[in-house]
T-cell receptor
Framework: DTAVSQTPKYLVTQMGNDKSIKCEQN?????MYWYKQDSKKFLKIMFS???????INETVPNRFSPKSPDKAHLNLHINSLELGDSAVYFC???????????????FGDGTRLSIL | AQSVTQPDIHITVSEGASLELRCNYS??????LFWYVQSPGQGLQLLLK??????LVQGIKGFEAEFKRSQSSFNLRKPSVHWSDAAEYFC????????????FGSGTRLSIRP
């Protein structure tokens, strides 16, 4: 009955490779997010989708491409991985931002990406 | 744009002692405020939130926080900590607009002394 699930939990790969992280939520939320948490625990939003539409796109290299096939899924594809991409990536979901401003977000357990 | 500061990087308290984690925000109007907790190897879990109304907010696991507009603060408190409270705590602030994002503080690591 996991609310927000991400796969894989760990991802170890070499520089230059392309990889994807998948995220699914079963909470009935219509907004989903990707965050990057660096080694100092600093958490920064990367993208947000509302009803499959991109609504937040921070300054992120275009090697990162989110894809939302439906409201319950938001995947993150990363091309040409670099050493600096090593981090923990968190998926989150919430009810629509527009309903009552910012709604509490529910987080997955994270994907720890290590670039060799 | 909103911002949030957690001045304490690391705090150690004895088990059974009281706890206060500081959070200061910057925003031109009344913000939405949140406290999240992150246990090692896990995602963030919402402890409590403030949207409007009573400025003293009760959360899960015995935590509470008080919104003080005059001090731009939203400090997290617990009267008696347990060893299981050891974790990273994040304060977050959101703006009251439909397309805004939540900004997280840099976190405070809480250690519990037996």
């Amino acid at each position: 009955d996991t609310a927000v699930s991400q796969t894989p939990k760990y991802l170890v790969t070499q520089m230059g490779n392309d990889k994807s992280i998948k995220c699914e939520q079963n909470l009935g939320h219509d907004t989903m997010y990707w965050y990057k948490q660096d080694s100092k625990k600093f958490l920064k939003i990367m993208f947000s989708y509302n009803n499959k539409e991109l609504i937040i796109n921070e300054t992120v290299p275009n090697r990162f491409s989110p894809k939302s096939p439906d409201k319950a899924h938001l995947n993150l594809h990363i091309n040409s991985l670099e050493l600096g991409d090593s981090a923990v990536y968190f998926c989150a979901s919430s009810h629509s931002l527009g309903r009552d401003g910012n709604q509490p977000q529910h987080f997955g357990d994270g994907t720890r990406l290590s670039i060799l | 744009a909103q911002s949030v500061t957690q001045p304490d990087i690391h705090i150690t308290v004895s088990e059974g002692a009281s706890l206060e984690l500081r959070c200061n925000y910057s925003y031109g109007a009344t913000p939405y405020l949140f406290w999240y907790v992150q246990s090692p190897g896990q995602g963030l879990q919402l402890l409590l939130k403030y949207f409007s109304g009573d400025t003293l907010v009760q959360g899960i696991k015995g935590f509470e926080a008080e919104f003080k507009r005059s001090q731009s603060s939203f400090n997290l408190r617990k009267p008696s900590v347990h060893w299981s409270d050891a974790a990273e705590y994040f304060c977050a602030v959101g703006a009251r607009s439909s397309a805004s994002k939540i900004i997280f503080g840099s976190g405070t690591r809480l250690s519990i002394r037996p």
